[in-house]
């Protein structure tokens, strides 16, 4: 069945960067949109961009644009999110998820932790 | 963009409850609206899927109607394995938003 599995948690410094690593298993990775979800601390769901495996098209949020970029690697069937300039209010827990329509798929989750 | 609001944004509920979460787009989305269950620590998971139709393996005890700018999440009896937290989000163009959540919690 599909999955896909993430890099371990992070803690960085205020003004660092951040790569969270997401490995799909079980479906062929080229047919979804991997797409990126964060989640702050006892809040909502924010989608922050995705990457198309098979182009390597991305799209993102305006609010990510200039700060975050989306890659991938056919040959791991990886996708991978990384965010500069971060800030105390980057802290949460970044998901990956695939989504032909929805999302039906997702990632445990990454906990980025940003703190001086 | 197109907002999702969610009501209410907590639910206290009995076991055997019939439950219903409301959520609103701020413009006509069609049919292209999901529901998610998240219980904390976790994932979201997918429940409902064109605002109607149940993701394989869901208990038929959820169901999803709506169209357009309104659409109801409702679980017929509530079991304890449903205190969790449901979010809804549409699907029609991007950005992708959620709602806000609601969390259904022990009365």
Known sequence: ?116 | DIQMTQSPSTLPASVGDRVTITCRASQGINSWLAWYQQKPGKAPKLLIYKASSLESGVPSRFSGSGSGTEFTLTISSLQPDDFATYFCQHYKINPWTFGQGTKVEIK
């Not at chain 1, 997401?22 to 961009?49: H, K």
Request: glycine letters at 10%; one cysteine or more; hydrophobic letters at 30%.
């Open chain 1, 1 to 116: 069945q599909a999955q896909l599995v993430q890099s371990g948690a992070e803690v960085k410094k205020p003004g660092a960067s951040v790569k969270v690593s997401c490995q799909a298993s079980g479906y062929p990775f080229t047919t979804y949109d991997i797409n990126w979800v964060r989640q702050a601390p006892g809040q909502g769901l924010e989608w922050m961009g995705y990457v198309h495996p098979d182009s390597g098209n991305t799209g993102y949020a305006p609010k990510f644009q200039g700060r975050v970029t989306m890659t991938r690697d056919t040959s791991t069937s990886t996708a991978y999110l990384e965010l500069t300039s971060l800030t105390s209010e980057d802290t949460g827990v970044y998901y990956c998820a695939r989504r032909q329509y929805n999302f039906d798929c997702w990632g445990q989750g990454t906990l980025v932790t940003v703190s001086s």
